[in-house]
């Protein structure tokens, strides 16, 4: 259940019109999903929100398209976001990913979490060799 209302008329209000335009043109779809629908209870939160998303997620990098979504479905896992978890397995499947890929992910996921909470209860202390600012300086 929401916390906020959803406005079956958001985009009467230009900002939030203008932002899902973005949306539409940036994604090349005339879908609107529920996180942006909600998010317009706010414009200013809207945009400023889809400005982020859009700079991370759609702009090239050096990152490709298919290995921002693969992170960003390992940090929904961890996060416990069953909403972006859902949205970005269906984003990331439509750049390519497989079932093979799928399942290779989460056994990293899996494997990870496992591993943080044992150092984690531990405490073990880093290594000086992963440490930069343990590294001697460039001569």
Not at 23 to 37: E, G, M, Q, Y
């Amino acid at each position: 259940m929401s916390t906020v209302k959803l406005l079956s008329d958001a985009e009467k209000d230009p900002r939030v019109k203008a932002v899902f335009d973005d949306i539409r043109a940036t994604r090349k779809s005339d879908f609107i999903n529920n996180f942006w629908l909600y998010l317009a209870f706010d414009p200013a939160l809207l945009k400023e929100t889809w400005e982020g998303v859009k700079s991370v997620m759609a702009q090239p990098s050096a990152l490709d398209p298919l290995t921002k979504e693969l992170i960003y479905i390992a940090v929904s896992i961890t996060n416990s976001c069953r909403y972006c978890v859902h949205s970005h397995t269906a984003a990331a499947r439509a750049k390519g990913m497989t079932d093979e890929i799928y399942a290779d992910l989460l056994r990293v996921v899996a494997t990870a979490g496992r591993t943080n909470q044992l150092l984690n209860g531990l405490q073990v202390p880093v290594d000086a060799v992963f440490d930069m600012e343990a590294q001697k300086p460039d001569a």
